[in-house]
């Protein structure tokens, strides 16, 4: 049974400082995802990552892919404010009857 | 515009009714998956589908039924037989593999299901 673990589970961090959310899934994968939730609100895609190696960047958000390791991480740089959140990863598994499962969540919080 | 529309946004059940949540897409999308989440929470996966007229079990379906008639559209019923049905029910779609490498998986904007 595949499993998607986060970590940490919450994280206070204060604006201006750098810091990395862990990603780490127990079986292979075709694909990772980086999401982003608001309270109250839906699910936002901010990444896609198909590969060993893959690296993105959106603003003072980075995310990357090591699927030898199953490990995905999403780094934080000179925090702000805005960015007070819970952040998902999620698993593509079963190739050709895709499932797509969801790590607990890390729920963000930038203090001023 | 494309995207993913879940209605309604708030519904309220009393015990012992069943309830429809839609689920609408004009993506394109084949795969299309219904989530629970609950206060605090992460989402659990309860349905998904990779084409019409197919569907399968996730990790709570229990309670739960679906139909997929339609490429666009994945209705998610909660039946009388889910005993704590009230959570925020999360609809989203992919384009199937078979559609490209590129994919995302887009969300609709939820339904907050209350049981009074």
């Known amino acids: 049974e595949l499993k998607v673990e986060q970590n940490p589970l919450f994280l206070s961090m204060q604006e201006g400082k750098n810091y990395t959310i862990y990603c780490n899934y127990s079986?292979?994968?075709?694909?990772l995802y980086w999401y982003r939730q608001d309270p109250g609100k839906s699910l936002e895609s901010l990444f896609v990552?198909?590969?060993?190696?893959a690296v993105k960047q959106e603003g003072r958000l980075m995310a990357s892919l090591d699927t030898k390791a199953r490990l995905s991480t999403l780094h934080i740089t000179a925090a702000v404010h805005d960015l007070s959140a819970t952040y998902f990863c999620?698993?593509?598994?079963?190739?050709?009857?895709?499932?797509?499962?969801f790590g607990t969540g890390t729920r963000l919080t930038i203090i001023p | 515009d494309g995207g993913i529309t879940q209605s309604p946004k708030y519904l309220f059940r009393k015990e012992g009714q069943n309830v429809t949540l839609s689920c609408e897409q004009n993506?394109?999308?084949?795969?299309m998956y219904w989530y629970r989440q609950d206060p605090g929470q992460g989402l659990r996966l309860i349905y998904y589908?990779?084409?019409?007229?197919?569907?399968q079990k996730g990790d709570i379906a229990e309670g739960y039924s679906v139909s997929r008639e339609k490429k666009e559209s994945f209705p998610l019923t909660v039946t009388s037989a889910q005993k704590n049905p009230t959570a925020f029910y999360l609809c989203?779609?992919?384009?199937?593999?078979?559609?490209?490498?590129?994919?995302?998986?887009?969300f609709g904007q939820g339904t907050r299901l209350t049981v009074v």
């Open positions: 989203a779609s992919s384009i199937d593999r078979g559609g490209g490498l590129n994919t995302e998986a887009f």
């Open positions: 079986t292979t994968s075709d694909r």
């Open positions: 993506l394109n999308h084949d795969a």
């Open positions: 589908s990779q084409i019409v007229n197919d569907f």
């Open positions: 990552l198909l590969s060993n190696g």
């Open positions: 999620a698993v593509v598994t079963n190739f050709g009857n895709e499932k797509l499962t």
